[in-house]
């Protein structure tokens, strides 16, 4: 029989490193948040499987989305819409029925809810009247994008979506004077004008990374200058997620 430490997960006596799996108690009354994959379903953990199968219903951002991930991997389960149209009219309601539930999963369309996806406001709910929360890891975007970027991780900032235009020149110039390496994501037919204004605003020369598709079939990393940024998408068709990596001061 082997033996481990209590908290390690270490083998007494020897160096290799031995893992416990364990099996998912949905008896009891909690939130699952439920990271889902940004692109690629191979990319789905099986403790999220584990957790999808076994809660009483699930909670998605689009219905539609989730079943089809559900359909991949032959799960039967009921979905309610949970969204950012219908979060703030919905959020007492749904905390009711997880009161009288056992278990439930709250999913994203992609990635995991809360970041810069619904979510947080049936979070702070839930931990406000005592509803125990629990968060899976998996899928994000803004880590990949991070630590494939050849910039520095030790230290960064992760922003979210940039405003439309209220604001965004300010946010900008907080960004031209941090030291961390700053993260956030655009959509495409904004791209190319915030390019642009970040090099009129953070200057052509600081370097860049910026990922889309991550882990579709057409992933693409583009590197270097905010100017050279600014000249190879201007000349394309954009298509695609974005998330854009800017180095620090």
């Known amino acids: 029989m082997c033996k481990f430490d209590s908290c390690s997960g270490h083998q007494r006596g020897r160096s290799s490193t031995a893992f416990l799996f364990f099996i998912v108690n949905t008896a009891v009354m909690k939130l699952y948040i439920v990271p889902t994959p940004i692109g690629n379903l191979e990319d789905i953990t099986l403790r999220a499987l584990n957790v999808l199968k076994s809660v009483d219903f699930i909670l998605a951002e689009d219905t539609r989305t989730t079943k089809h991930l559900l359909q991949h991997y032959q799960i039967d389960k009921r979905c309610l819409a949970y969204h950012i149209f219908n979060e703030h009219a919905q959020v007492d309601g749904y905390v009711r029925q997880i009161r009288d539930a056992e278990s439930v999963a709250l999913v994203s369309d992609a990635g995991t809810p809360g970041i810069s996806d619904p979510g947080f406001l049936l979070i702070r709910e839930c931990v406000r009247q005592e509803i125990p929360v629990e968060c899976l890891p998996g899928a994000t975007a803004l880590i990949p994008a991070l630590v494939q970027s050849g910039l520095p991780c ?26 961390e390496t700053v993260i956030f994501y655009e959509s495409p037919h904004r791209l190319v004008k915030s390019l642009a204004k970040m090099e009129e605003i953070i200057g052509p020369d600081r370097q860049i990374a910026i990922s889309k598709e991550l882990t579709k079939i057409y992933e693409f990393t583009f590197r270097g200058t905010i100017h050279e940024a600014v000249e190879h998408f201007s000349q394309q068709e954009v298509k695609g997620e974005f998330v854009i990596v800017l180095a620090g001061v």
Not at 161 to 179: D, I, N, Q, Y
């Open 154 to 179: 030790s230290s960064f900032y992760f922003y979210g979506f940039l405003p439309h235009k209220k604001g965004k020149e300010t946010l900008l110039k907080r960004f031209a004077e941090m030291e």
